[in-house]
Structure formats: structure tokens, C-alpha cells
């Protein structure tokens, strides 16, 4: 099996940086896809961004400038720089691999979540 592990979360005010983090452990013979979603109460989840093994990205409208993913192959690990921080980013914060595994073959896995809070 697969884990996904997020650190990084936290309260932070109005224009503020948080960074997340989210590394991946088990049986992993390559990850195809890393991002991050989050959710708030009452809403679906969303994707905030996410990151090929070749390293191209794709973001929400609402976080492009302010936000960037990055991972590192060889930790298996993706990160989340936010930047500018807005009321409107304060949400769950969700990473999410398409892992390839030996045995159970493709499948997608989930975090358990890292609250983000933005607020003076």
C-alpha cells in the first residue's frame, strides 16, 4: 500500500506564506501525477494544483501568481509554496498522487488533510 503524509498547515494572516508539504511511502514504482485539492464546508473539492513526473504544472485561476507546486522524484515528496495569502484560501488542504504500484497496479491515493487558515 501507499501513504500520503502532509505537513504544513497552520493559521497565517492576510498577505502571509505557507508552505506544504505531502511525501509519499509504500510500494511506489513511479508517480505519475501529484497535487493538491482543498475543500471548505459545505463544498466540493477543488484542485489548487497539480504536477507531472515531467514537471509540468497546472493551477486554479484563483491561486496562479501566488501559488506554486513543485516535487522532488527522488523523495517522492510535492510541495506547495503559497504566497499572498487570502481569506478565501483558508480551507482543507488535500495532496493527491496517481501512484503506479507493483501489485495493485495504477490507482489514485489521498492525504488526510492539513488545515490552511487565513485570518487576522
Known amino acids: 500500500q501507499v501513504q500520503l503524509v502532509e505537513s504544513g498547515g497552520g493559521l497565517v494572516q492576510p498577505g502571509g506564506s505557507l508552505r506544504l508539504s505531502c511525501a509519499a511511502s509504500?510500494?511506489?514504482?513511479?508517480?505519475?501525477?501529484m497535487g493538491w485539492y482543498r475543500q471548505t464546508p459545505g463544498q466540493e473539492r477543488e484542485l489548487v494544483a497539480s504536477i507531472l513526473i515531467s514537471g509540468t504544472t497546472t493551477y486554479a485561476d484563483s491561486v496562479k501568481g501566488r501559488f506554486t507546486i513543485s516535487r522532488d522524484n527522488t523523495k517522492n515528496t510535492v510541495y506547495l509554496q503559497m504566497n499572498s495569502l487570502k481569506s478565501e484560501d483558508t480551507a482543507v488542504y488535500y495532496c493527491n498522487a496517481d501512484v503506479v504500484s507493483p501489485i495493485v497496479g495504477r490507482r489514485h491515493y489521498w492525504g488526510q488533510g492539513t488545515q490552511v487558515t487565513v485570518s487576522s
Open positions: 509504500g510500494s511506489i514504482l513511479s508517480i505519475v501525477t
